[in-house]
Structure formats: structure tokens, C-alpha cells
Nanobody, 118 residues
Framework: QVQLVESGGGLVQPGGSLRLSCAAS????????MRWYRQGPGQQRELVAA???????NYADSVKGRFTISMDNAKNTVYLQMNSLKPEDSASYYC????????????WGQGTQVTVSS
């Protein structure tokens, strides 16, 4: 059984920073890609950033230059460093990963709330 557990959300003022973490646990053979999604109130879930096992990264246009995704393969953990936060970044942030166990499956974390407000 694979689990993804996010942490690091909270309340921050505009212009501030937060670092989200998502740790995968269980019997993991390999992780192909890890992603961060977010969903604001009344909005559709959107892809924020993704990173592959080969360290290829991509970002939503709205966060380019402000957010950085990274992965610690030894810890099966993905991070999202968020700088210059804006009120429109407020959302629930979800971790998603393609993980190979005895098969390759898609897993989701439970989400962590980020609120950017003065």
C-alpha cells in the first residue's frame, strides 16, 4: 500500500514563501513522476508543477519564476518551494505520483491548504 503525505501548508502574507513536502511511503520500486496540483474554491484542479525521475521539470505559466519543484529520490519526497506568493495562489495543494510497485499506479495525497492573505 502506497501513501502520499503532504505537509508545509499554512497562512502566509503576500510576497512570502512556503515550502511544501510530499513523502511517498510503502513498497516502492521506483517513482516515474511526481506532480503538484492545486484547487481553489469553486475552481477546477490545475497542474502546478511536475518533475520526472530524470529531473525534467515543467511549470504552469502562472507560477514560473516563483515556484521550484525538486525531488529527493533517496527519500521518495517531492518539494515545492513557493516564493513571492500571491493571494491567487491560495488553494488546497495536492501531491500526485506515478509509482511502480508490483504494477504502476497513480496515487494522490490528502492535500494541504495554502492561504495567502494579509
Amino acid at each position: 500500500q502506497v501513501q502520499l503525505v503532504e505537509s508545509g501548508g499554512g497562512l502566509v502574507q503576500p510576497g512570502g514563501s512556503l515550502r511544501l513536502s510530499c513523502a511517498a511511503s510503502g513498497i516502492i520500486v521506483s517513482i516515474n513522476v511526481m506532480r503538484w496540483y492545486r484547487q481553489g474554491p469553486g475552481q477546477q484542479r490545475e497542474l502546478v508543477a511536475a518533475i520526472t525521475s530524470g529531473n525534467r521539470r515543467n511549470y504552469a505559466d502562472s507560477v514560473k519564476g516563483r515556484f521550484t519543484i525538486s525531488m529527493d529520490n533517496a527519500k521518495n519526497t517531492v518539494y515545492l518551494q513557493m516564493n513571492s506568493l500571491k493571494p491567487e495562489d491560495s488553494a488546497s495543494y495536492y501531491c500526485n505520483a506515478e509509482i511502480r510497485t508490483s504494477y504502476t499506479g497513480l496515487y494522490w495525497g490528502q492535500g494541504t491548504q495554502v492561504t495567502v492573505s494579509s
